[in-house]
C-alpha cells in the first residue's frame, strides 16, 4: 500500500469498486519465439477454438490484473460536528448581578477589546460610595494625624531645647555647688571673704593699737604711783615739817628761837606744798591722759565690735549666698526634671501620632484597597471582547436591558474565519488517517459548498458509535471557513485524503471492513 499526502486531490467523492470497466485493450506479452529456420510461404493452418478462447483468457487475465493495480486517490469519510478553536472563542458571562446594556447585536463583527456588554449594579455602585466616604475618612483622619505629629515634633524639639538649656544650668549650679562644698567659693562670696579679711585685719590693728594704749595706760598708772609716792612723801614730810612749824611757833612765842629758822621752816612748809600741788597736778595730767586712753579703747572696742558684727553680717551673707546656691541648684535640677517630664509627655504624644498615623495609613491602604477592588469589579462590569470575531449567539435583543445572574452566559464570540469539527471515522480506517492530511468537508445540505480542512488531531481513545457496535476513532479536523456561513454546532461530513491505494489494495480493505477477515486470514489487509 502507498499514499501520498500532499498530492492534490481532484475528487472529493468517495470511490466504490465500479460493476464493469472498460479499458482499452493491453496486448499481453508473448515470449519471443526461436526464429524458423524455413517458413513456407505456404498458407499457416487456421487456429483452433480452444486456442482461441485460450488467448481470450489470457487477455481477460491480463487486463483484471491491469485495472486492478490502476492507482485511484482514496478517502476516509466520517460525521463530524463544528466546533470552535478553544483560544478563538470566547464566552461572555457576567461577574455580577444586574442590568445588562449590549452594545453588539447577534452575527455582528467584534474585534478584540471591543466593549460588548456593560452591566450597572446598584449594589456595587452602593458599595464604592461607602467605600469612598470610609476613605475619605481614612485621609482625613490621617491629615489629622500628620498634623498631629507635625505640632508634636515642633514642640518636642522645642521641648529638647528647653531641656539643653536647663540641663546646662543645672550642670552650672550643680558645679558652682559643689565648688562652693569644695571651697572655691562664687565670685561675690570671695569678696565678702576678702572683706572679712580686711575687717579682721582692721580689728587685729585696733587691737595692737588697744594693747598699745593699754601699755601707755599702764605705763601712765606707773608714773602715777611714782608721783602719788612722791606725793605721800612730801604730804609726810610736810605734815613733819608742820609739826615742826608749830613747834618754832611754840617757842618763837616763848622767844626761844629765832624768827630766821621760823621763816626758814614756813618757806620749806610752801615749797612742800606746792610740790604737792605740783606732783597732784601731774597725777590729774596722768589720770586725764589716762583717762583719754580709755576712751580711745572703748573707741576701739567699740570698733572692734562693730568690725565683728560686720563679719557676722559678712558670714551671714556667705551662709545665705550658699544657701542661694543651693536652693538654685535645688530649683535648677526641679526645672530640668519639669522638662524632661515635659519632654517624655511630648514624646509620648509624639509616638502616639506616629501609631496613629500607621494606623489610619492601614486604614487609608486598606480603604484604597477596597475602593480598587470595587473598581476592578465596576471595569468588570464592562464587559470587552477578548478576540476579534462574530457574535454567534441568536436573539440578543431579549437580553438587552434585561435583569442578568450572576455568572449568567451573555453571549459567544468565536472567531470563523477557522473553525475544527469532531470527525468520528471507522477504526478500520484508523491505520490510513495521519495528521496533516487534507480533508474537505461538507455540512448536512445538498446545496452545501465544500470547504477545505486538514486533519489537526488524532485521538488515542477509541468509543463506539450510536448503535455500540462499531469502534469509532476521533479526530479534530480545522476547517477553513472561507465564507464565514459555517457555525459551531453544524453537523456535517468529512472526506479524508488518504493518498493513492490500488484498486486491488481498496478492494481488500472494503472487505475486511464488511468481513473482518483479518480475524481469519492474517494479514490479509497488507
Not at 458 to 470: E, F, M, R, V, Y
Amino acid at each position: 500500500m502507498s499514499s501520498n499526502p500532499n498530492q492534490p486531490q481532484k475528487s472529493p467523492l468517495k470511490v466504490v469498486p465500479p460493476k464493469s470497466v472498460v479499458q482499452p485493450p493491453i496486448p499481453p506479452t508473448m515470449p519471443a519465439s526461436p526464429t524458423p529456420e524455413v517458413v513456407s510461404p505456404a498458407k499457416a493452418p487456421a487456429a483452433s477454438p480452444f486456442y482461441k478462447k485460450g488467448l481470450m483468457l489470457l487477455f481477460l487475465l491480463g487486463c483484471g490484473v491491469a485495472i486492478a493495480r490502476i492507482p485511484i486517490a482514496n478517502h476516509v469519510t466520517g460525521a463530524g460536528k463544528i466546533t470552535s478553536r478553544s483560544y478563538e472563542r470566547h464566552h461572555v458571562t457576567t461577574s455580577v448581578a444586574g442590568t445588562v446594556n449590549l452594545k453588539v447585536k447577534s452575527n455582528g463583527l467584534v474585534t478584540e477589546g471591543d466593549i460588548v456588554a456593560e452591566v450597572y449594579s446598584a449594589e456595587i455602585e452602593q458599595q464604592i460610595a461607602q467605600a469612598q466616604q470610609s476613605l475619605q475618612q481614612a485621609n482625613s483622619a490621617l491629615d489629622d494625624a500628620k498634623s498631629r505629629l507635625k505640632m508634636g515634633e515642633m514642640q518636642l524639639l522645642k521641648a529638647k531645647q528647653d531641656v539643653a538649656i536647663a540641663r546646662s544650668r543645672a550642670e552650672k549650679e550643680q558645679g558652682e555647688f559643689e565648688a562652693i562644698i569644695a571651697g572655691n567659693n562664687s565670685p561675690q562670696i570671695r569678696q565678702l571673704e576678702k572683706e572679712i579679711n580686711s575687717i579682721e585685719s582692721e580689728i587685729a590693728g585696733a587691737k595692737n593699737n588697744q594693747l598699745g594704749i593699754e601699755e601707755q595706760i599702764t605705763g601712765i598708772q606707773y608714773e602715777i604711783a611714782g608721783l602719788e609716792g612722791d606725793t605721800t612723801n612730801y604730804q609726810k614730810n610736810l605734815q613733819i615739817l608742820q609739826a615742826e612749824i608749830e613747834q618754832y611757833q611754840a617757842v618763837l612765842l616763848e622767844g626761844a628761837l629765832a624768827q630766821n629758822e621760823f621763816n626758814k621752816s614756813q618757806k620749806e612748809e610752801n615749797i612742800l606744798k606746792a610740790q604737792i600741788n605740783q606732783q597732784m597736778s601731774q597725777i590729774d595730767v596722768k589720770r586725764q591722759q589716762i583717762r583719754q586712753y580709755e576712751s580711745e579703747i572703748r573707741q576701739r572696742e567699740n570698733l572692734i565690735e562693730q568690725k565683728q558684727g560686720l563679719i557676722a553680717a559678712k558670714y551671714e551673707q556667705i551662709a545665705e549666698l550658699k544657701n542661694k546656691a543651693e536652693e538654685l541648684r535645688d530649683e535648677r535640677a526641679n526645672e530640668l526634671e519639669q522638662q524632661l517630664a515635659l519632654q517624655r509627655s511630648v514624646e509620648t504624644e509624639v509616638e502616639g501620632a506616629v501609631i496613629q498615623i500607621q494606623n489610619e495609613s492601614e486604614r487609608v491602604a486598606k480603604a484604597e484597597a477596597e475602593l480598587a477592588r470595587l473598581r476592578d469589579r465596576q471595569q468588570d462590569l464592562i464587559l470587552k471582547s477578548k478576540i476579534t470575531g462574530t457574535v454567534v449567539t441568536a436573539d440578543l435583543d431579549l437580553v438587552d436591558q434585561a435583569p442578568v445572574q450572576m455568572g449568567q452566559e451573555l453571549m459567544e464570540i468565536v472567531n470563523l474565519s477557522e473553525l475544527t469539527a469532531t470527525v468520528e471515522v471507522s477504526q478500520e480506517d484508523g491505520n490510513l488517517v495521519k495528521r496533516n492530511q487534507p480533508v474537505i468537508f461538507k455540512v448536512r445540505d445538498p446545496y452545501s459548498p465544500s470547504y477545505r480542512a486538514t486533519v489537526q488531531e488524532i485521538l488515542p481513545k477509541i468509543a463506539s458509535d450510536q448503535s455500540g457496535t462499531n469502534p469509532m476513532l476521533t479526530l479534530t479536523i480545522l476547517i477553513e471557513n472561507h465564507d464565514q456561513s459555517l457555525r459551531p454546532g453544524s453537523e456535517g461530513f468529512a472526506h479524508i485524503a488518504t493518498g493513492q491505494m490500488r484498486i486491488y489494495q481498496k478492494a481488500q480493505h472494503e472487505l475486511n471492513k464488511l468481513f473482518n477477515l483479518d480475524k481469519y486470514f492474517v494479514g490479509f489487509d497488507k
